[in-house]
């Protein structure tokens, strides 16, 4: 079992932890966490992915203040560094993979916080040492949570950390306009709610669903300035968007897995008309798969 716990309730359980004990991650944890990141392979979608955990040093603080509420993370002695390679979905594939290390480091009682942004030329670049070809589209700190620390709590609600949108703005049936419901998503009732609530860049939440059948559709919309743009490019940012789709499809398959529902995910863009030019196919997840 790869949890100790039901993968919902560690969903439920993660946040954006800002504030931690300034103490070294202990090393039965280091070397557990450790474990985990080199058996990590491919994504979902066949993207080389890669991991490492590394210490927190002066500089990796410094390179994290121009990076707006993240300059609020305190006290953290760990990060987790990912590289990607070159793939038509690798950065899906890398938002899938990490989450499930966040997850994993989640259950095991640390706190982490997504950092995107500029990293493929950075630090924590060569901590990992990306090669030209792979990205470094975000980095997590880690390590033991400061708990009852008011600091963190306004942090998060600054950012809107609690803020979700509702399932009729997300989620629908058969085409876009028609909400879907929880009665009427059945047995993936659960697996949607927890694409809902998870993480994503400044909270946007760019993940829109269509179920068609037994098949769900999942579409990104984005928001304007965000990812294949002049500014992206000129500053070597990720198109953390797709890393949020990654997210989504990583929470929707291991809690669909946890109920028993099968599925494969697949790259077939439906006949469906999209409500606007912002709003991007991504993958399908193609329920009652054998």
């Known amino acids: 079992m790869l949890y100790s716990k039901p ?13 931690y004990i300034d103490k070294p991650i202990a090393e039965e944890d280091r070397e557990r966490l450790s474990d985990y990141l080199s058996a990590i392979g491919a994504g979902p979608f066949g993207a080389a992915v890669r991991f490492r955990l590394v210490a927190a040093t002066d500089q990796d603080r410094k390179a994290l203040k121009g990076l707006g509420t993240y300059g609020f993370i305190k006290g953290a002695t760990g990060f987790i560094v990912g590289a990607a390679g070159p793939s038509r979905k690798n950065l899906e594939d890398f938002g899938y993979m990490m989450e499930s290390v966040i997850l994993f480091a989640t259950d095991m009682g640390l706190g982490t916080c997504w950092l995107g942004g500029t990293f493929t030329r950075s630090s924590f670049a060569k901590k990992i040492s990306a090669t030209v070809e792979e990205l470094v589209p975000a980095v997590t700190s880690v390590g033991y949570i400061l708990k009852k620390e008011q600091s963190d709590v306004t942090v998060r609600q600054i950012v809107g950390g609690h803020n979700r949108q509702p399932w009729g703005n997300l989620f629908f049936r058969e085409k876009f306009g028609i909400p879907l419901s929880p009665d009427e998503a059945g047995s993936y009732a659960a697996p949607l709610e927890m694409v809902r609530i998870g993480p994503s860049a400044t909270n946007k939440q760019p993940w829109r669903i269509i179920k068609d059948g037994d098949s769900w559709h999942f579409y990104m919309q984005r928001t304007r300035g965000y990812g294949d743009t002049l500014t992206f490019k000129l500053l070597n940012i990720a198109d953390l968007q797709r890393v949020d789709m ?16 099968k599925g494969r995910w697949d790259i077939k863009e439906p006949k469906i008309e999209k409500p606007a030019s912002l709003c991007e196919y991504s993958a399908s997840w193609i329920g009652n798969f054998l």
């Open 7 to 19: 993968v919902t309730e560690i969903i439920e359980k993660r946040f954006s932890c800002r504030t």
């Open 246 to 261: 990654g997210i989504a499809m990583c929470h929707f398959e291991m809690a669909a897995g946890e109920l028993g529902l």
